[in-house]
C-alpha cells in the first residue's frame, strides 16, 4: 500500500567491533536491501540533533525494515547509500502501534564526514 514512493536502497551494517593487540578493529560488513520513502529532514527536527550533526545534509526515511544506531563500545551505526553517498542513521523511530499496513520506521540519516582533500 506504501510502497509506491519506497525505492530500493543498499544498507550496511557493520559487524560487533572489538579490540586486537590494543587496536580496534571494525566488525564484518554486510549489506543488504531496503525499501524506503527518501524524504527531507524538517528544520525542527534538524534544531534536535546534536550540534555537530545539525549542518550536515540529511533525509527522513520511512521503512518497514528496523535500521540500528550506535552501540556504545560495540558497534558503528547501519549506513545507508543515497544517490552514491554514505549516511549514517542517527535515529530511529518506531511506528509499531499502528496496524498492518501502515506499521513503519522513521529513519534519520545525515552524512558521513567528507574529507576536503
Do not use: C
Amino acid at each position: 500500500m506504501f510502497d509506491v514512493f519506497r525505492r530500493d536502497l543498499t544498507a550496511l551494517r557493520i559487524g560487533e567491533g572489538q579490540y586486537a593487540n590494543g587496536l580496534w578493529q571494525d566488525g564484518a560488513d554486510t549489506s543488504f536491501t531496503i525499501k524506503a520513502s527518501v524524504q527531507a529532514t524538517d528544520a525542527e527536527i534538524m534544531q534536535t540533533l546534536p550540534e555537530g550533526e545539525r549542518t550536515k545534509e540529511s533525509y527522513t526515511l520511512f521503512t518497514n525494515t528496523k535500521l540500528e544506531t550506535s552501540k556504545v563500545n560495540k558497534s558503528k551505526p547501519d549506513v545507508v547509500m543515497i544517490e552514491g553517498e554514505r549516511y549514517q542513521v542517527i535515529r530511529v523511530t518506531a511506528h509499531q502501534n499502528l496496524k498492518y499496513p501502515t506499521a513503519h520506521y522513521e529513519v534519520l540519516v545525515v552524512r558521513e564526514n567528507v574529507d576536503a582533500n
